[in-house]
């Protein structure tokens, strides 16, 4: 092979000789080279030189969203939730005299641990201080070392693993754990009367630690739960809801408990339409599926109300700062709100305060900043409060259910869960 | 009572159609022009994209006119990756390696303007195109055999995949064009001295390969609950797995195969599952397991399989 | 400002793991013929040994019962955050010994994986190993004990215990460093030599290296057995440097990669390998600060970067089909010293 393709090495003038090549490659080096010193400049400026009053400062946060690859359609809402949060958080700084600027620095980590480490890895060398993101914990764990030894705050706005809960470092989640969530969705579905359910959840860290916490409070209520696992981003699932459809019918369960994120619950949901089976027993969800236009096709709205569908999600029930968020995220981008999308915005917010409040680019004097106004800033998410391991301390719980409006199918936040029950503030389904 | 019944003896004959449709072009076009094209996903792929965009941004609810159009743009596709880049490569006599990382290299090409394609289309629709949902076609009944409905997306795929499978055997068997192929791809030189233009042949079969890979794309936004630009990524191995079972070249063997591959992922996971209580999330390590199987077992003969003579023996014997 | 040092030991030290893994590649396709689409198996195979080894065995020592307290749920976690940054000795001999374990299950692996490869013939090699790779996946992210989906973290970093974090990095960089030196010494060594010419000579023509007597199925053993095993060692690496693994990362996207810059860098060159290493992982980086600063929204930026890097293959691979560096002959030390005398006499 080498000899032939050395013999052969210049058929007329059709290809350039490695001296033609050589300067080519190192011109586009260059170019880029040149590219990433203007980006440094024109890039992260921080705080610590003393600037003149008049003079506006440009701090920059770092996000690090999964714009490709299997979350690909959570981080695309996000993006635009960058963007509004971002102008409101410069508003609003602005409004308090400050002359500060925020600008968002956006990469897009494809959903994989190496992107995400590259991401920050990048951020940090421009001088970013806060990074928001990833969204994966399997990321999150990736990127962990290199943002405590670099002394620099990572806010996840999604990340929900046990594991992570871990105190004194630098990794902070404006989302609580999952544990509170499946306490709510146990007692919702005991109290919808199933007492045998079938849990049908990703096997992910998410989905296993969240079926393992179900299936506790289940239990302690007095019922009983089969798990069922199925494998992460595969294109379709018909066959895992055919061997469901057979476990529900072996197993003679009342209710199915799904838990999913939203591209693979959607699959799910339009597969199980179509199951005689699978529409004769109660579905419960959880948050994740919740807002995917997916779920407003007909054929889902249809079978949700044949089967009575009802899900949680963490809320603050009739929270102002949310419906107002939600609705100004649809006019001016035109994006319904997903899971998340608050989360993330009160964590771009809480950065934005953070850093002007620590006063200068050390990392721990920021870290120390974002704990305190965490403790006194309510947001579309509700109270943002941190708990010693950095994470949500709080968190109410709704109902939300898929209603029948008059432009077709639409979500509902439809109950609350109080004291131990829960409380429905109207009846979805006839 | 089989395990999963009915739904995954169903299933398994809607994913044997799925594999013909994927797997039967990527056979075809390796056969013909020993090419291992990685962009193969991208022909399914923007033939499932042509289908949504001419459903959200144009309201389009004919199945006939989003098979014809993501026909068109696969085989395109196709055709351009060919005449821009396999063509130059074979005429610098490029190892087959290169060829193969060049088209992975436009597999990410394509990949990620389908994302820009999909946000421009957002842009000016507001409507969220990274995660579609399936779409119900108008042109494509519904059947009702005693008290069952047969899926108008099973129905589509039968009559699709039937269709190309008609025409793909009288093509190659009855057509001197189809003889053609089937020359250049046992024996490009030979071919090419008996007169048979090689190069109009190779444009044609990569054009007919891109085109019914897209039409499967299309079938699968009838079949699928959601569909990502990452959908067809997400499969790709599998649809590999199944031409590698017929060696890459025999047509027959990667039809038997695409029975076998769906046959253990739909039938058999339900049945392993039911049986011996094995989670469905192993359903991937079923494919890969039937996949190596086959392969040990029976080694096809394709490009150049087998144990040399000497070490047959002392290996067990046999092919 | 642009921290270029921080930038610098960052990309070297994805660049060092990412180079031992395109030496083995190249060893094995470019130079034996051997095409590995499988490469990220052994990676994974090294990253969790590495992983699950300096987990339990850090809390095995310091008398923490691994059954109560598993490295893989919060408690083993927060435990092992503590204890690993109390003995540095501690550290750097669990690094040792799990650096030579990791090539030793790789490579064993490698070894047993040469017979189903062997039976389905050259032309399925690849896919086969593919295979083996998403199955060794699956099969991880079922499997408790090494963390099942959750993957495993708190991996004790060798230099964990030194305080100046720019200090531990750049030591761990000087170790990656020497180890890609290590693995290029071994392998040009074992290239240029007559194993060498005897590898060329089974990846240019099996049959008539059989005829000449090469014993191919125990040449291609050994070549997957030292390829797999410095896989491995790139996957240990790997580990220690993301201080977590999860099955997630081991795709194979990994493996694709990987054959890229080998092709970019020059199929059976070793320098050429580092160079597509380089060029391919820098220009990766150096995206990376330029795409956000172009101000679209209507698509996102940084979807072109992934573009660029696509377009930047298929025209690299047009422009110069055989790869940057093209590949030598075969330079035994008696060749050296047959060239030398010719060189003396005529000179």
């Known amino acids: 092979m080498s000899e032939e393709s050395k013999g052969k090495a210049a058929p007329a003038g059709k290809k350039l000789s490695i001296s033609a090549l050589v300067p080519l490659l190192a011109v586009f080096i260059v170019g880029l080279l040149i590219g990433f010193a203007l980006a440094g400049v024109f890039g992260a400026q921080q705080a610590a030189q003393a600037v003149a009053p008049q003079e506006k400062r440009t701090i920059s946060i770092g996000f690090t969203l999964p714009l490709s690859g299997e979350l690909s359609s959570i981080g695309k809402v996000w993006e635009k939730v960058v963007y509004l949060a971002i102008e409101d958080l410069n508003a609003e700084v602005q409004a308090y005299g400050f002359n500060v600027e925020f600008k968002p620095v956006i990469l897009d980590d494809a959903t994989s641990a190496e992107g995400a480490l590259r991401n920050v890895q990048t951020f940090a060398q421009q001088g970013i201080k806060v990074i928001i993101g990833p969204a994966a914990s399997s990321q999150v764990k990736a990127v962990k070392s290199f943002v405590d030894s670099n002394e620099i705050v990572l ?48 096997n992910d860290e998410y989905g296993n630690a969240f079926a393992d916490f179900f299936e506790k409070y289940f239990k302690e209520l007095g019922g009983a739960a089969v798990k069922m696992p199925y494998q992460t981003g595969l294109s379709d699932y018909a066959a895992e809801v055919a061997s469901l459809a057979s476990r529900v019918q072996a197993e003679k369960v009342d209710a199915v408990v799904l838990i999913s994120f939203d591209t693979d619950g959607g ?73 998340f999308c608050d989360t993330l915005y009160d964590a771009v917010k809480l950065a934005g305060w953070a850093i002007i409040r620590a006063g200068s680019s050390d990392g721990r004097a920021i870290r120390a900043a974002l704990v305190e106004i965490a403790k006194t800033y309510y947001g579309p998410s509700g109270w ?13 719980y709704g109902v939300w259910a898929i209603v029948r409006t008059a432009a077709g199918y639409d979500f509902k936040d439809v109950g609350v869960y109080e004291r131990g029950s829960i409380v429905f503030l109207e009846k979805p389904y006839p | 009572m089989l395990p999963g019944y009915p739904y995954s003896i169903l299933n398994s004959l809607q994913y044997f159609l799925f594999y013909l449709l994927f797997s039967v072009p990527l056979t075809l076009s390796y056969r013909t022009s020993k090419v291992l094209n990685f962009s193969h996903s991208n022909f399914i792929a923007y033939g499932m994209y042509t289908a949504i965009f001419l459903h959200g941004l144009a309201g389009n609810q004919s199945f006939l006119v989003a098979a014809i159009a993501a026909f068109l743009a696969g085989g395109s596709i196709a055709l351009l990756n060919h005449l821009a880049v396999f063509r130059p490569l074979e005429q610098r006599r490029a190892s087959p390696a290169f060829v193969m990382i060049a088209s992975m290299g436009l597999w990410i090409m394509y990949n990620y303007l389908l994302y820009m394609l999909a946000d421009v289309a957002h842009a000016f629709t507001m409507k969220n195109f990274i995660s579609y949902g399936r779409i119900d076609y108008a042109d494509i009944p519904d059947l009702r055999i005693l008290d069952f409905t047969v899926d108008h997306s099973l129905l589509a795929s039968l009559a699709s995949a039937t269709a190309f499978g008609t025409a793909l055997y009288l093509l190659l068997m009855k057509t001197s064009l189809g003889r053609a192929m089937r020359a250049v791809a046992d024996n490009p030189a030979l071919a090419e001295i008996s007169g048979i233009p090689r190069e109009k042949v190779l444009r044609f079969t990569w054009f007919l390969c891109g085109g019914a890979a897209a039409v499967g794309g299309v079938l699968w936004t009838s079949f699928s609950g959601t569909i990502t630009p990452a959908s067809a990524d997400a499969m790709i191995l599998q649809v590999f797995a199944v031409s590698f079972i017929g060696g890459l070249v025999s047509l027959s063997r990667t039809i038997l195969g695409a029975l076998a591959i769906s046959l253990a992922e739909n039938v058999g996971i339900a049945a392993l599952n039911t049986f011996f209580g094995i989670p469905t999330s192993f ?15 029976s080694p096809p003969l394709g490009a150049a399989g087998g144990l040399p003579y000497r070490f047959r023996r002392k290996v067990g014997g046999g092919r | 400002m642009i921290d270029i040092l921080g930038f610098l030991v960052s990309w070297l030290t994805l660049l060092g793991i990412y180079s031992i893994l395109a030496l083995s590649l190249n060893f094995e396709s470019g130079v034996s013929g051997v095409t590995n689409f499988g490469k990220v198996l052994f990676y994974g195979v090294g990253a969790y040994v590495a992983a699950a080894l300096s987990t339990y065995l850090l809390l095995a020592i310091y008398g923490i019962d691994t059954s109560e307290t598993p490295p893989y749920d919060i408690k083993g976690i927060i435990a092992l955050g503590h204890l690993s940054t109390r003995n540095p000795l501690v550290n750097l001999g669990l690094f040792a010994l799990t650096l030579i374990l990791a090539f030793l299950v790789a490579g064993a692996l490698g070894y047993l994986l040469t017979y189903p490869i062997l039976r389905v013939g050259p032309a399925f090699v690849g896919f086969t190993l593919l295979s083996s790779g998403e199955l060794m996946r ?34 761990f960089l000087a170790v990656v460093l020497s180890l890609l030196a290590l693995v290029y010494l071994v392998l040009n060594r074992l290239v240029n030599s007559p194993f060498g010419r005897a590898l060329k000579a089974v990846r240019d023509d099996e049959i008539a290296a059989l005829c000449l007597g090469k014993h191919v199925p125990r040449i291609k053993a050994t070549v997957l057995f030292i390829g797999s095993g410095f896989s491995g060692v790139a996957g240990a690496l790997l580990a220690y440097y993301l201080t977590a693994v999860n099955p997630d990362m081991f795709v194979p996207a990994v493996t694709f990669n990987v054959w890229a810059m080998i092709i970019l860098g020059g199929l059976g060159n070793l320098k050429g390998s580092l160079v597509g290493a380089a060029v391919f992982t820098l220009l990766d980086r150096l995206l990376t600060f330029v795409t956000p600063q172009i101000g679209l929204t209507v698509v996102s930026p940084d979807y072109i970067r992934w573009f660029a890097v696509g377009l930047l293959i298929v025209v690299l691979i047009i422009a110069r089909p055989q790869g940057l560096l093209p590949e030598e002959p075969v330079k035994t030390p008696a060749l050296e010293e047959a060239l030398r005398a010719a060189g003396e006499s005529s000179g």
Do not use: C
């Open chain 1, 155 to 202: 806010i996840s706005p999604s990340s929900t693993a046990p594991t992570l809960a871990i105190p004194g470092d630098f990794v902070f989640r404006t989302v609580g754990s999952d544990a509170g969530q499946a306490k709510v969705l146990a007692v919702l579905a005991f109290q919808e009367g199933a007492r045998k359910v079938v849990v049908f959840h990703r």
């Open chain 3, 138 to 171: 699956i099969f991880l992210q079922h499997y408790t004990p090494l963390g099942a989906s959750k993957g495993l973290m708190a991996i004790p970093n060798p230099f964990a215990w030194v305080p100046v974090p720019r200090l531990r990095e750049a030591l």
């Open chain 1, 267 to 339: 699959n799910i949901l339009s597969h199980a339409a179509k199951s005689p089976v699978l529409s004769a027993v109660r579905w419960f969800i959880s948050e994740g599926p919740h807002g995917a236009a997916e779920l407003k096709a007909p054929a889902v709205g249809e079978f949700a109300a044949k089967v009575k569908l009802l899900g949680t999600r963490p809320l603050f029930i009739g929270n102002p700062l949310y419906e107002d968020f939600k609705a100004r995220l649809k006019s001016k981008y035109g994006v319904d709100a997903t899971v």
């Open chain 1, 384 to 396: 943002t409060i941190f708990d010693e391991s950095g994470d949500k301390a709080n968190q109410d």
């Open chain 2, 283 to 297: 359903r991937p390590f079923i494919t890969f397991v039937t996949l190596l199987t086959v392969l040990i077992v």
